[in-house]
């Protein structure tokens, strides 16, 4: 078949800040899917993306290129509206787990498809699989009769959703193209107006342990996200939320469930029930349930009951034993003072390298693994007392993830402590 355009004349167009036309993005994406355009041609595209931008219609023009290289899921027959919620990646990020059964237990149906982690953020179906017999597969029916009786889905994306993205996004991966904002936003759109959500809240984050780095960088990317979920139809807003400080007290697999769990009874960490219910009431907003308090489904056990339920649909066992690690190393506080800054890139790190996370995406990772802190930016603490508490089944990751570690927390004596508010900014 003889090809419509040249791979090369549509680098060279990027490469000299020209405008790509609509003919010429929708064929870039489908001959990359289909093997025509190289792994080289389409890395140097890239990079003379990141390096010279998109305008919002190349973007949106991109994202419609990535969502129709695959199947489109349409929820529309449900007996309830649709919710999802997207976050850029974080450490100690566990807020899906308590999120999606406390919408479903206030009506709305959450359709997640979630992937792994990759790096120092931790990924969703990775927590959730340290729960015995949780299964992360589910076909299209099973999703779909899951959301009608439970309420709540969070599964694995499959292989036919967006395969122009799954091709691409290893590419980036592998060189240097994973931080332009027009190919970070049109990916993350592609796979959730794909999976067919009617509204969608996006959950920025910024800081040291994000992918944005400041607040500037971090809003761009929310408007552009914003903006393509709009205009494809999806009801769509984003807050921008703090991640210079990691969330919660943990960060791993087995421990974030735990913690996910404790919110779900009503207790856990002031921040992670703080952002669950903030992310909970944008969602319900924009499924047309913004009567509904979600703090009422917290505190009357219904959100745990989706949670039991969302967990023995994908045959998990809500009520089994979590796994725990085999080894533990205290860590413990050099002197006294105020904990004035733990810093979530640090903490993340040592997670990661404590084996609670990968570096390629075909590793396994370790269900107990991760980092316990057992204080939180502005507590007093003693020297000599617990700090954190780093956890793996493999003893000689110790040294690697106190390495992570050094630099990344301060205590103070007799300063003032300013906290960082948690929401910075909403966008939509
Ligand atoms: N997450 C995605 O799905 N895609 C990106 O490009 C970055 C983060």
Known sequence: MSEPFSAVEVIVRKRDRGELSDPEI????????????????????????????????????????????????DFGTLSRPTSDKHSTGGVGDKITLPLAPLVAACGVAVPQLSGRGLGHTGGT??????????????????????????????????????????????????????????LIASSIMSKKIAEGTGALVLDVKVGSGAFMKNVELAREL??????????????????????????GLTAGNAIEVEE??????????????????????????????????????LADGSAMDSWKAMV???????????????????????????????DAMAVGMAAWRLGAGRSRKEDPVQAGAGVRWHA????????????????????????????????GYDIEHGAEFEPTPLLIDRIG
């Open 26 to 73: 929708d064929w870039v994406v489908d001959a990359y899917t289909r093997g025509v355009v190289a792994d080289e041609q389409m890395s140097s595209l890239a990079m003379a993306i990141l390096l010279n931008g998109m305008n919002r219609r190349e973007i949106a023009r991109w994202t419609a290129a990535m969502i129709a290289s695959g199947e489109r899921m």
């Open 125 to 182: 179906l990775d927590k959730l699989e340290s729960i015995p017999g949780w299964r992360a597969a589910l076909s299209n029916e099973e999703m779909f009769a899951q959301l009608e009786s439970v309420g709540a889905v969070v599964c694995a994306a499959g292989d036919g959703l967006a395969p122009a993205d799954k091709k691409l996004y290893a590419l980036r991966d592998v060189t240097g193209t994973v931080e332009a904002i027009p």
């Open 222 to 247: 929310a408007e552009t996200m914003v903006g393509l979920g709009t205009d494809a139809g999806v009801h769509t807003v984003a807050l921008l939320t703090d991640m210079d400080t990691p969330l």
């Open 260 to 297: 996910s769990v404790e919110v779900l009874a009503g207790g856990g960490p002031a921040d992670v029930v703080e952002l669950t219910l903030a992310l909970a009431r944008e969602m319900l907003a924009g499924a047309g349930r913004g009567d509904v308090d979600p703090a009422d489904k």
């Open 312 to 342: 023995r649909a994908q045959d998990g066992d809500p009520d089994a034993v979590l796994p725990v690690a085999k080894e533990s190393h205290v860590v413990t506080a050099p002197a006294s003072g105020t904990l004035s800054r733990l």
């Open 376 to 407: 939180r930016p502005g507590d007093q603490v003693t020297e000599g007392q617990p700090l954190m508490t780093l956890l793996t089944d493999e003893p000689d990751r110790f040294d690697r993830a106190l390495e992570a570690l050094e630099g």
